[in-house]
């Protein structure tokens, strides 16, 4: 190592210190550093989550025999629904909905017990009626319900199954994600918005402090490269998103029970990769701003609503009209969610992800580029 | 650029903010010599600030060049920034460390230490070494100076920049403080400090008092008051405020403000008798206790003597 390379790192490291002095000084970063993450991971996984839990279900069982009380237990054992209401005629139907008392609602016909078992018989039927206010959700409450219905039925003594007309019996498979868990779809959406705001807010502010300081008119008139403030600056940021990484991924696993299929490794070199991105739209706008109430708007407006929007963990991108559409191409988020969802829950390698990675190191280091152009050696 | 002089050399040196729409400072030239203590006086707003900008380099000039200690401040100015100090208006350290890692990073920035620096910083390290471990931002005004002056000066510069130093400061400390800087000329230093507060210029070698972005005049502090070509006389009576009102409308005046409960008057002429006609004027307007001496000007009193002339655009060297 030469002398000048010595000097260099011994500034440095200098100066990463003191950037960690301010981090861990500050009970404000601190919070918004490790509490964003861990609240983020806390109200998508508990609060806001769209899984189907406890869904109440009002059943009018007009049959009463054993096959339909059978199939009712069967509905309430399930973690999926929970029979809050019983009716004893069909008026009770409208209240029940209007209350909200219940998202749907199971009729089970009379006789429902002979015409399931008995050959000479068309069929049993069954009527499901749900609240369709919430399309969504009533959706797939009720193909879950259907699922139960056809496990029901599989499940029947074979002796009791009329081996009726071939039918065409539709299995549904889903990859990846067969208990539709909401967790694997949020936590790359959080890991994306997490990393995002806390790099792009933490660096923009960190340099612009300096400017509003007055701290960068010495750091200037100093010896020092100004290219190596930003750098330093940059730093300390990855290491505690690193952590923070660590921090989102052991909350996942452990308390949202959701396991990663693919590379370790691989995930955090990539997302290392997207938090050097974050981090250069962090100093690209720490370039352009003067004070760090600036700063923080344009990190959060300019950051978040984008990220939420586009990067398709909330809302699908391929519904977009096509303007917004290409407009979400320009969302790092949006290549990082492809990639930790490939990586975490696919378990697929480099090869699958390849693409998203090179366009992420591309934004990275177009966006250096650009900050290193706009960096500023004097005061003006 | 070729001045391998030492000191600071300024030739035209101009600056304007919005466009050219705010002239900050226009034309201003200036000869420092090496070692120097050298006093930029003037009230806020008058550019001290930005002429403290352009020759550390952190803000370009418009107009005009200027050398420091030989180097240009455009071509330069890497160099610059490694060879002079500079302790900025505001306080300007990290308020969240501590004094010692405050230093401690100063000294590493400029690739050098605290202790094989000690023995410039020693007389005033003393002072702060008690609050070592205590964070900047709980340090009393006159502490953080004198912090601040140790960071500027950790890398020994040849040049030092002082923006307001004492703004702010209690007097006590403001007095100390001039008595370091007093301290640092011995050594060789060249100092440049600005200060709206006119005694203070008395402790420097020579100062340049500048309004409106223009150098007014540069003397020695005493060939400033030598200059003042007037008759100045220090007026009281027991209602101040009354009497500033009936001096200014008096028609012999030329100039008169309040300086604390005297009034500093001019007449306009250097008629004796004039005194004897502005006493009666002013006992016929039922004024008591009436003192009036004859007195020499500070430099304030020359600052507002030049303010209030017609503008001087050619500066003595």
Same mark, same amino acid.
């Given at each position: ?72 237990? &069967? ?22 909905? &209007? ?109 612009? &402090? ?123 988020? &949006? ?46 | ?292 001496? =004859? ?14 002339? =017609? ?7």
């Amino acid at each position: 190592m030469s002398q000048a390379t010595k000097v260099l790192f011994v500034q440095m490291k200098a100066f990463v210190a003191k950037e960690f002095h301010h981090v861990f000084r500050d009970r404000k970063s601190l919070l918004l550093l490790f509490g964003l993450p861990i609240a983020q991971i806390l109200l998508f996984g508990f609060a806001l989550s769209n899984e189907i839990k406890n869904t109440k279900i009002g059943v009018f069982n007009q049959a009463s025999d054993s096959e339909s009380l059978r199939l009712i237990e &069967r509905v309430e054992a399930s973690q999926y629904f929970e029979v809050s209401e019983i009716l004893k005629n069909a008026q009770e139907m409208e209240d029940i909905f &209007r209350a909200g008392k219940a998202k749907l609602i199971l009729i089970i016909p009379p006789g429902f017990g002979q015409d399931l078992v008995h050959a000479d018989s068309p069929g049993a039927d069954l009527q499901i009626i749900a609240d369709g206010s919430d399309p969504n959700s009533a959706y797939t409450v009720t193909s879950y319900l259907q699922n139960i219905i056809l496990d029901f039925q599989k499940g029947l003594n074979p002796a009791e199954i009329q081996q009726r007309d071939y039918g065409l019996v539709t299995e549904l498979r889903m990859l990846y994600n067969p208990q539709l868990k909401g967790a694997p779809n949020f936590v790359p959406g959080v890991m994306s918005l997490v990393l995002l705001l806390i790099c792009v807010m933490m660096t923009s502010i960190s340099i612009v &402090r300096e400017k509003e300081l007055g701290t960068m008119e010495i750091l200037l008139v100093s010896p020092f490269e100004p290219l190596l403030v930003i750098l330093s600056k940059a730093i300390p940021y990855l290491i505690l998103s690193l952590i923070n990484l660590t921090l989102i991924l052991i909350l996942s696993v452990f308390l949202l029970e959701m396991p990663i299929h693919g590379n370790l490794l691989l995930l955090f070199a990539v997302s290392t990769v997207y938090i050097i991105t974050c981090l250069s739209l962090g100093l690209l706008i720490s370039t352009v701003t003067q004070s760090q109430q600036a700063a923080m708007l344009i990190s959060l407006m300019g950051m978040m609503l984008p990220t939420m929007l586009f990067t398709g963990f909330m809302f699908p991108i391929e519904n977009m009209p096509l303007p917004l559409q290409i407009i979400s191409h320009l969302v790092p988020a &949006r290549y990082y969610y492809i990639i930790v969802k490939a990586i975490m829950i696919k378990g697929l390698g480099i090869a699958a992800i390849w693409k998203e990675t090179l366009v992420l190191a591309g934004m990275a280091m177009l966006l250096l580029l650009i900050s290193w152009r706009n960096f500023k050696i004097r005061l003006e | 650029m070729g001045h391998s002089a030492k000191g600071i050399l300024c030739e035209g040196l101009s600056k304007s903010f919005h466009r050219g729409a705010v002239t900050a400072v226009e034309s201003i030239n200036l000869k420092i010599d090496q070692g120097e203590l050298f006093g930029l006086i003037g009230p806020d707003g008058a550019g001290k600030t930005t002429l403290m900008r352009l020759l550390t380099t952190l803000l370009k000039a418009d107009r005009g060049n200027a050398t420091v200690d030989g180097l240009d401040i455009t071509e330069d100015y890497k160099m610059i920034r490694q060879t002079v100090g500079y302790m900025p208006g505001r306080f300007s350290l990290y308020q969240d460390l501590t004094v010692a890692e405050n230093l401690n990073f100063f000294a590493t920035l400029f690739n050098t230490t605290v202790s094989s620096n000690i023995d410039l910083i020693h007389d005033i390290y003393v002072q702060i070494e008690p609050f070592s471990d205590r964070r900047a931002g709980q340090l009393s005004g006159g502490m953080k100076q004198k912090l601040a002056l140790c960071c500027a000066l950790i890398h020994k510069p040849t040049v030092l920049f002082l923006d307001e130093p004492t703004t702010g400061v209690d007097v006590v400390s403001r007095k100390e403080f001039w008595g370091m800087l007093a301290g640092l000329r011995t050594l060789g230093i060249t100092i440049l400090v600005s200060t709206p507060y006119m005694d203070e210029a008395m402790r420097c070698d020579r100062i340049a008092l500048i309004q409106a972005g223009e150098i007014m005049q540069v003397n020695t502090p005493q060939g400033i008051i030598e200059s003042y070509p007037l008759t100045l006389y220090a007026v009281k009576a027991e209602d101040t405020f009354r009497l500033l009102q009936d001096s200014k409308a008096y028609h012999n005046t030329r100039s008169c403000f309040a300086f604390g409960s005297y009034l500093h008057l001019t007449f306009r002429g250097e008629d004796p008798n004039l005194v004897r006609e502005y006493m009666e004027y002013l006992y016929r307007k039922g004024h008591d206790s009436l003192t009036i001496n =004859k007195i020499a000007p500070t430099i304030e009193d020359c600052f507002m003597y030049l303010m209030n002339s =017609k503008p001087m655009t050619s500066t003595r060297l």
